[in-house]
């Protein structure tokens, strides 16, 4: 069973940073397209983050850009959500999804969630910026 695990959540000041971690269970994300997806309260979850399986195509959210980063672990089955200067508006629970079979030309579409269903979600971690 294919399982993606976020860690790294919990509370921050406006201005903060912090670094959220993805790993795979069972499984390696080097062939992966992953995508970052955030959920505010009340609000529908949103794609902000996505990158190819090679890097070599990425989509990055217009909230976030210069902000957030993506980078994967030398291992090859932990991706990381760089998350610097934080904002409240920044607070949700932060997903990430990893798909196999998103090409690099459709990046922006798996952030968008209109290409096609990910193949693997991990279960959220919660984020909250507050002073």
């Known amino acids: 069973q294919l399982r993606l695990v976020e860690s790294g959540g919990g509370l921050v000041q406006p201005g903060e940073s912090l670094r959220l971690s993805c790993a795979a269970a069972?499984?390696?994300?080097?062939?992966?397209?992953i995508g970052w997806f955030r959920q505010a309260p009340g609000k529908e979850r949103e794609g902000i983050l996505c990158?190819?399986?090679?890097?070599?195509?990425?989509y990055v959210e217009d909230s976030v850009k210069g902000r957030f980063t993506v980078s994967r672990g030398n291992a090859k089955n932990t991706v990381y959500l760089q998350m610097n200067n934080l904002k409240p508006e920044d607070t949700a629970v932060y997903y990430c999804?990893?798909?196999?079979?998103?090409?690099?030309?459709?990046?922006?579409?798996?952030?968008?969630?209109?290409?096609?269903?990910?193949?693997?979600w991990g279960q959220g971690t919660l984020v909250t910026v507050s002073s």
């Open positions: 999804a990893a798909d196999s079979l998103t090409p690099k030309s459709r990046i922006q579409a798996m952030c968008g969630g209109g290409y096609r269903p990910l193949e693997v």
């Open positions: 069972g499984f390696s994300l080097e062939v992966y397209a």
């Open positions: 990158i190819s399986s090679r890097n070599d195509a990425m």
